[in-house]
Each structure stands twice: as structure tokens, then as C-alpha cells.
């Protein structure tokens, strides 16, 4: 697509792309969304450099996009509870989030995405990490592809992997919110772009795959559930 208002500038193969020419601090007009939604939708990660906003501008940009969420896991902050800070404290040796994920698949409707802002980010290091599902699903084989079609994958936020990047955020904010659980396919669509992605914790999908390849290759002759508790 040809943008006249903003500036996409990839930065890797896989994904994401640095977006020039745009300021968030200020009233974007509907063209500049609707540019920045192709550029998501294509890039799949925006990076915005160099930009100074407030909590107040953080809310608006996101709201642009759609109605906010509030995370069910963590209190937001006090004059702005749609905004979760994302500490990581000095006694704290586990990073908050840190395994490859999709934000809150334990929940029936999961929200599109999140807008994050680096307000302190460490000297080196601390690099948050993207991965490409769509790319993740072509590289399957055909055969894979119409193993995986037909299951499901029963997501949990009270999984060991999961709890233990934030048990020290939940015990500061006092509470341990009952486990959520939702079930979605292996295999998704996106609504608009049409394409079919591998959906899910990264770590859970390998699992799947693997029980689909012992299915595969003829070694598990008992029957198995449609629905996969990884």
C-alpha cells in the first residue's frame, strides 16, 4: 500500500516497522489511523521512536483502536487504571511476562493488541521479542495443517509457566484472582487480513504439534479429545 500520511520503515524480515512522521501526543486525524491500522496489519509491530506522551495520551491513542480492556490480573495505576506498569523491581529475578506468549488467551475474547511505552528501558539488554505466526503456520506441511485444523487449545492463567512471571506483581497488589480459562482453535483466521495464523502460547502450540505428529505418523492409535489442556 502507498501511505501519504505516515512513513513505514521495516526493520526485519519477519515483522515490525518503524513509523516516521507521526506524533502521539497529538489529535490524530481518521486518514493517520486508518494508515497506522494498514501499517499493523502489515507489520504486525509499530515502533514509534522518540515520542513524549502522557498517560493521558497514551489512553487516547489506544482508544482510537478500540474500547480498552483492563488487564484481569494486575491493578492498573491508581489515577489511571487502564494503564498497567510493567516494573521490573530490583530484588525481582524474574522479568514480568517473560516466555513467549499472546496476551490473555485464558480469556473468551481476547483484546487485539497492546500499546506499551518504554518510560525507563534498561542501558542494554530487556529486548521484548516478536514472533510471526502467520509465518509460523505457512511453514507448516500441508498434512500438518489439516492435522492441526480441527483442535483446540484450553488456556489457563493459573499455569505454573505463566503465574511465576507475575507472583511477585500479584502479591504487592494483594489478591490472587481465580484461575480464567478459555478455549480457542489451534489454527485462526484474522478477520481482516483473511490469513490463517497458529494461535496461541508459542510453547503451547509446539506441544500441540507434537501430539499431532505422534497422531501423524500413525505411533498413538487411541482415540484423542478435539480440545488439547496444555
Known amino acids: 500500500m502507498n501511505f501519504s500520511r505516515i512513513r513505514p520503515v521495516p526493520i526485519a524480515g519477519a515483522l515490525g516497522a518503524e513509523i516516521e512522521g507521526v506524533n502521539l501526543a497529538e489529535d490524530l486525524s481518521d486518514d493517520v489511523i ?19 506522551v ?34 521490573k523491581k530490583e530484588y525481582e529475578t524474574v522479568n514480568f511476562g517473560g516466555l513467549w506468549h499472546s496476551d490473555t488467551t485464558y480469556l473468551p475474547e481476547p483484546p487485539m493488541g497492546a500499546i506499551l511505552v518504554a518510560r525507563e528501558p534498561p542501558p542494554k539488554g530487556g529486548d521484548t521479542l516478536f514472533a510471526n505466526m502467520y509465518m509460523a503456520y505457512e511453514a507448516l506441511s500441508d498434512g500438518m495443517k489439516r492435522m492441526l485444523a480441527g483442535l483446540s487449545a484450553v488456556n489457563s492463567s493459573a499455569k505454573a509457566d505463566v503465574t511465576r512471571t507475575r507472583e511477585d506483581r500479584v502479591r504487592e497488589d494483594g489478591s490472587e484472582p481465580e484461575a480464567l480459562i478459555a478455549e480457542h482453535p489451534v489454527i485462526r483466521t484474522h478477520p481482516e487480513t483473511g490469513k490463517k495464523i497458529l494461535y496461541g502460547h508459542l510453547e503451547k502450540c509446539l506441544c500441540e504439534i507434537k501430539v499431532a505428529l505422534l497422531l501423524y505418523s500413525g505411533l498413538m492409535i487411541f482415540g484423542l479429545r478435539s480440545s488439547l489442556s496444555v
Open 34 to 52: 486508518a494508515e497506522l491500522r494498514t501499517a499493523l496489519l502489515e507489520h504486525l509491530v509499530l515502533f514509534f521512536r522518540g515520542q513524549d
Open 54 to 87: 502522557t498517560p493521558e495520551h497514551h489512553l487516547a491513542f489506544a482508544k482510537r483502536f478500540g474500547d480498552l480492556m483492563a488487564y484481569p490480573m494486575v491493578s492498573g495505576l491508581d489515577d489511571h487504571p487502564d494503564i498497567v506498569p510493567v516494573v
